[in-house]
């Protein structure tokens, strides 16, 4: 039953390759809400991170804290735990999604790929991703309109100084 059925980021990943279809939605990230920047920044806090794996799976990455990567990660909508402080881990299906993305391996966090900053300045971050990745990720925003709503029922009469006359 491929409604009800449960896939792992593993599976996931081994569908994407083997078909070339895009990525399970449930492992697709907001890429388009973060900069180009921080994309270059969240590059280089996973390539000082530890990880964590069983067989050929990554299970666990441990990245020192820091305020910018946890705005970045809540920006992707990354789920992530905050030790003290100290550590951000990133756990199970997740962790295994951002390795497999920034291709890290299994027993050093430190082989990331570098994408060239200069000669990518003008494209976008989800063009990044697929260019690291060598999986098809697609855009999983499209685009937000905000509106606001009042509560007229709440509403008080609005007192003005003087006494304003409109036709």
Known sequence: DPINTKVDAKTAFTITKKLNAPLHPKYTYYWKLISQDEFFDLQKYLAGSRLTSTEDTVTKIIINYDENLKSILDKLGVPHLVTNKEFIVIENNDAHTIS??????KNTGNNAPEADKEAQK???????VNNISGVVVKDKSGIFVGARMGRPE????????GSPHVL
């Open 100 to 105: 497999e993305i920034f291709n890290l391996k």
């Open 154 to 161: 709440k509403a008080k009469m609005r007192k003005l100084t």
């Open 122 to 128: 003008n494209l976008d971050t989800l063009f990044l």
